[in-house]
């Protein structure tokens, strides 16, 4: 079933793996690439919803778990793109190094095994990212360009991207493998997720205080990078991608995925309250949540490959479609250029 409302034409009939395909970055990846593409998925679809709504568009659903041994025995070899979206998360601080040397194997074998899998086909490799790897941004208005080396991480689940990044790119040099890494900037979905700005949003509807900043350095602004510019943007670094050559251009494979434009929560709060009709509440605090801002630079995205079109107002204003419409997953008019 091709999915309506897209135009995408960097990859076409080729034959996709999507790795991580039932997670939201996954799902809307999966819709664009299946009207013109052989997609298939693997996952562990622990959502009987998700694997219906990815059936009847993909070639092949693979219900693999990547912390076992063999996950991909019997999986094809002969694919194009592979798009690396999942990950064992560990979020905690307080994680024992028991679990965080198990989750650390899991993420790394997931993606060595299948940059290994796919390589002697040429397939490009695309690794799933977050803005997570860098130090928080402690000056207001400060940004994060592409040229910022990995230096941050203060849990596991950013730890272990760090790490993952340094050997997804010396495996490519490696084998001279095509391949790019996308650093996620606060993604939004009109169905849900969206790390601290969809948690502000469910925080009003449930009418709960939302914090107010106290001073401007209290503030914690980010890019909200809506899933239509997250998908098209991700696709052209595919169809880009590159062996990494880390001497001489260490961040030529490296992107920020996210929307050109940064807000606090507040502002967030009120658009979303304004939009959706609903009063909210605010209390003075210190920070706007405990939450680091991370503010990304997404010029090298603008100028390589995808110009985000969705402000963030804009993707409030989907978001609130999505809630009024029921929607629980990618529609067409979520994707649309025009």
Known sequence: MPATGVEQ??????????????GNIGRALCWVLSANNDVDVLARFSSPAVEQELAPRCRALWKRDLSHDSPLEGVPKDYDYVFNMAVHWALRKDLGWDDFFYIQRVNTLASARLLYHCKDAGAAFVFGSTGGVYHPCR?????????DIAVG??????????????????????????????????????????????????????????????????????????????????????????????????????????????????????????????NVRFEDADAEGPHEPYVADVTKMSRELWTPRVGWRESISAV?????????????????RA
């Open 9 to 22: 034409h960097d990859i076409e009939g080729k034959k996709v793996l999507v790795v991580g395909g039932t």
């Open 139 to 147: 000056k207001p208005g400060e940004r994060r360009t592409e040229q």
């Open 153 to 278: 991480g203060d849990n596991p689940y950013e730890i272990s991207k760090i790490e993952l990044e340094g050997m997804v790119l010396g495996l490519s040099e490696m084998y001279d493998a095509p391949v790019a890494v996308t650093r996620f900037f606060w993604p939004i979905f009109p169905w849900g997720g969206g790390g601290p700005a969809r948690g502000t949003i469910q925080n009003v509807l449930d009418g709960k205080p939302i914090p107010r900043a106290r001073t401007e350095r209290g503030k914690r602004p980010m890019n909200l990078g809506f899933v239509s510019d997250l998908a098209y943007a991700t696709i052209r670094a595919a169809a880009l991608a590159q062996p990494a050559r880390l001497a001489d251009e260490p961040t030529r494979c490296i992107y920020n995925i996210s929307g050109e434009e940064a807000a606090c929560l507040e502002d967030i709060a009120r658009e979303f309250a304004e939009q959706m009709g609903v």
């Open 320 to 336: 609130v479609r999505g809630i009024r419409e029921h929607v629980h997953g990618p529609e067409g008019w979520m994707f649309s």
